[in-house]
């Protein structure tokens, strides 16, 4: 399946990239994604366990399972207002 | 000089007399326009534009046929003129004012943020809940504005604004805030915000703006409003928007200081 990966902030500084495909198996969880784009972008290994995840724009927990299309967004920690 | 009885000059002012009444007929074709077509298009600028050079093209051709008339030998021409004009006039006086707004006529309406609204839910065009993130700067008086309402006690504002800070380096000035938002979430949090605050207490309206981009010293970067009946609900409301927003918004700052260099703000996880 295929899904759309967004960074943000200091990540998207980090990776040097702010969005961008993935090609995963079927039934593969946020876990499983984060894997795959620490080892696209060994630069972020250090800081995808303080962030936070959305698929479709809400938040969801690392064990979530993915489906084909879903828009997953690495959150790092706010500082809105 | 001619005597002032010379018929000559006697026409000329008449004719002057005549032109003005001409007026009345751009006047008739533009409340055409709006009492008939689609009165949305009467507020356009491009259509004013358009209705302009149609009056003054009406103005000369009257002129016109009226220089054509008087070679024809027509000296009292300028009765015809007058009559036509002050027809354009009385025509333009009796067109009714039917009252109606363009929503009452069934035209689309847009939230600020261009959403759609559905007309059947408007009394007042304002929104009642006002959710804005946008590179534009803030305007306070703006949001008061989109949250007054008659039946409201109090009108309460928050307004956060980018805070001078020193880094222990004189040399090393914080100069400005740069934010990015994940719009599509962010927006949404903010709605759900403005439901979920509607739930803990009676709110009339409200209004939330972030900026994003870079805002510089002391310009705001988010405004709450809320308007409520009672002025301890609105403190209370706005307070929690903003306290709650600053904690969940998918929102992100950075500092940019005086020596070129940049630093990413982290405060808590996303939580809501």
């Keep these: 399946m295929r899904i759309q990966i967004r960074f943000f902030a200091s990540l998207a500084d980090r990776a040097g990239v702010r969005v961008l495909e993935l090609s995963l198996a079927d039934g593969a969880s946020i876990t499983d994604a984060a894997a795959a784009l620490v080892a696209q972008f060994p630069s972020l290994s250090g800081d995808l366990h303080r962030v936070a995840f959305a698929i479709n724009y809400a938040t969801a927990p690392a064990g979530t399972i993915l489906s084909d299309g879903d828009e997953l967004a690495f959150l790092p920690p706010v500082s809105g207002g | ?272």
């Excluded at chain 2, 304002?126 to 008086?141: F, G, K, N, W, Y």
């Excluded at chain 2, 980018?162 to 740069?178: E, F, H, V």
């Design chain 2, 1 to 272: 000089m001619a005597p002032i009885d010379d018929p000559r000059i006697l026409n000329r002012y008449h004719t002057y007399a005549a032109m003005l009444l001409q007026l009345g007929w751009p006047g008739f074709i533009f409340g055409l326009f709006y009492q008939v077509l689609n009165p949305a298009w009467a507020n356009a600028t491009p259509l004013v534009v358009l209705l302009a050079i149609l009056c003054l093209l009406t103005w000369f051709v009257m002129i016109r046929l009226a220089d054509i008339l008087a070679a024809k030998g027509q000296d009292d021409v300028w009765k015809y003129v007058a009559v036509l004009g002050l027809l354009g006039i009385l025509i333009v006086l009796a067109l009714p004012d039917t009252g109606k707004t363009a929503t009452s006529r069934g035209f689309e309406v847009v939230g600020v943020n261009g959403e759609p609204i559905p007309t059947a839910q408007i009394a007042d065009a304002r929104s009642p809940d006002t959710v804005q993130i946008a590179r534009e700067p803030l305007s306070a008086a703006r949001c008061i504005s989109l949250v007054s309402d008659d039946r409201a006690g109090g009108v309460a504002v928050f307004i956060g604004t980018t805070r001078a800070q020193t880094s222990g380096d004189p040399k090393r000035q914080l100069i400005a805030l740069d934010y990015e938002a994940y719009t599509e979430m962010a927006d949404r949090q903010m709605r759900d915000l403005a439901q979920k605050a509607r739930q803990q207490w009676p709110i009339l309206r409200l209004a939330i703006a972030h900026r994003i981009g870079r805002v510089s010293l002391g310009q705001p970067s988010v405004i709450v409003a809320v308007s409520t009946p009672h002025r301890a609900d609105a403190f209370a409301a706005c307070r929690w928007i903003i306290d709650t927003l600053k904690s969940s918004a998918a929102i992100w700052k950075k500092e940019v200081w005086s020596d070129g260099t940049t630093t990413w703000v982290g405060e808590r996880e996303c939580s809501a």
